[in-house]
């Protein structure tokens, strides 16, 4: 595929993570910020002041697209807009890097997906502790431990945000868990089949919803996946993310989410080449090259909505006190997303597809 050089990008969503990449697009290369928008115009012209340079700012960022000659947009506003601002976006024909988590609900995930079939547009997921060079170190090291058993994950940490997490009713597995979930499946190299959690809040919590949990997942193959997290545990608190154990056949992996993974297993290790990418300069870099060479990055939507799917399984499970199969969240979403669809061709898209399961893990 033919790509200009520079790739023109304007950035939608000026918040925080926004401030963030705004200054990662402007650092990298092979790219040109050439607008920013948000919904509160202002926002907007604050973030695009800082860069000591005019670039037009707007409300929206499809017609900022069309007026500034950007190919492709940078999706970093909340989670509600994800839906509407990158299904815009596709359908002016502009490739989107979204933010995490993919869309607010499975079913508007499913319809993403489906969005970027019927308009031949790459929509990648940003989900940026994927991209850790040693979380690829770790990965390595679990394929030297034969059969994998058990993979944990501990989070314990006491962060005083205020603002919307201290208001969610689940503020640790929507806002936060989905990276380490995400993680888990991509240091496995295999999809979750069930879920069971309970999510609590302790008596000392300043949050309002559960801001700890505990979820078991059944993956694929029969490894179990077990998460401890909370967000209200002053003292030894872990790395942002998170301290983690495989377990295998022939040893152990361990990781404190801040330094080297460490193997403790029968004969040496194979060395295998490091990650390239970190964080979300690694997945712009991915994001670019995967337009140059037509290429489906790790992240494009397809592959990345089962990491949202997990959280939706841990909270309903949490809500019910029941162990909830995968499959029954992907099939009630994918029923939601064809009853409330109003663009015809993502509800034909949808409707084509065999098996939701099948679909999303095509490509993996
Ligand atoms: N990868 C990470 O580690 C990480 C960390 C923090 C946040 N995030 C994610 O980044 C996203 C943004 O989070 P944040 O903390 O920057 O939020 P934020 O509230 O600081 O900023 C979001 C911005 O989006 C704007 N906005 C809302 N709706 C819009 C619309 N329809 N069109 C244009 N602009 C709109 C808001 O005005 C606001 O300026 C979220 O999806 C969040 O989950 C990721």
């Not at 040693?134 to 501990?154: C, H």
């Not at 390239?276 to 992240?299: H, S």
């Amino acid at each position: 595929m033919s790509l200009e050089n520079p790739l023109r990008l304007v950035l939608v969503g000026a918040g925080s993570m926004g401030r963030a990449w705004r200054d990662t697009i402007e650092a990298a290369p092979g790219v040109e910020l050439v607008g920013i928008a948000d919904i509160h115009e202002p926002t907007a012209q604050a973030a695009a002041d800082a860069l000591g340079r005019p670039v037009p700012v707007g409300t929206d960022a499809v017609a900022l697209a069309s007026a500034t000659g950007a190919r492709a947009v940078v999706d970093a506003t909340v989670p509600e807009a994800h839906h509407p601002v990158t299904t815009a976006a596709l359908f002016a024909g502009l490739d989107v890097l979204g933010e995490k988590p993919v869309a607010e609900t499975v079913a508007q995930a499913l319809s993403l997906a489906a969005a970027s079939e019927a308009t031949g547009r790459l929509f990648m997921v940003s989900q940026s502790r994927r991209w850790n060079p040693q979380l690829f170190a770790l990965r390595a090291m679990a394929e030297d431990l034969g059969s994998i058993g058990t993979l944990t994950t501990e989070f314990f940490r006491a962060p005083r945000f205020g603002g919307f997490r201290d208001e969610m009713a689940h503020p640790l597995l929507v806002d936060m868990a989905i990276h380490a979930f995400d993680s888990a499946r991509f240091l496995l190299g295999a999809e979750p089949v069930s879920a069971y959690c309970e999510a609590y809040n302790p008596p000392w919590s300043w949050y309002a919803g559960a801001a700890a949990a505990v979820a078991t997942f059944e993956m694929e193959g029969g490894i179990r996946y077990a998460y401890t997290g909370s967000w209200c545990s002053p003292g030894a608190e872990t790395s942002w993310n998170g301290v983690w154990r495989v377990s295998g056949e022939k040893g152990s992996a361990r990781w404190d989410g801040d330094h080297d993974p460490v193997l403790d297993a029968d004969g040496p290790g194979v060395a295998r080449p490091g990650s390239p990418y970190e964080g979300i300069e690694g997945a712009l870099l991915v994001f670019t090259d995967a337009l140059r060479t037509g290429d489906p990055p790790m992240g494009e939507v397809h592959e990345n909505v089962l990491s949202l799917a997990m959280v939706e399984a841990a909270v309903r499970s949490a809500d019910t006190g029941e162990r909830v199969r995968l499959d029954d969240v992907l099939a009630a979403a994918h029923a939601e997303a064809l009853r409330t669809e109003t663009h015809p061709d993502v509800r034909d898209a949808l409707a084509s597809w065999p098996s939701v399961r099948e679909v999303l893990t095509a490509a993996g």
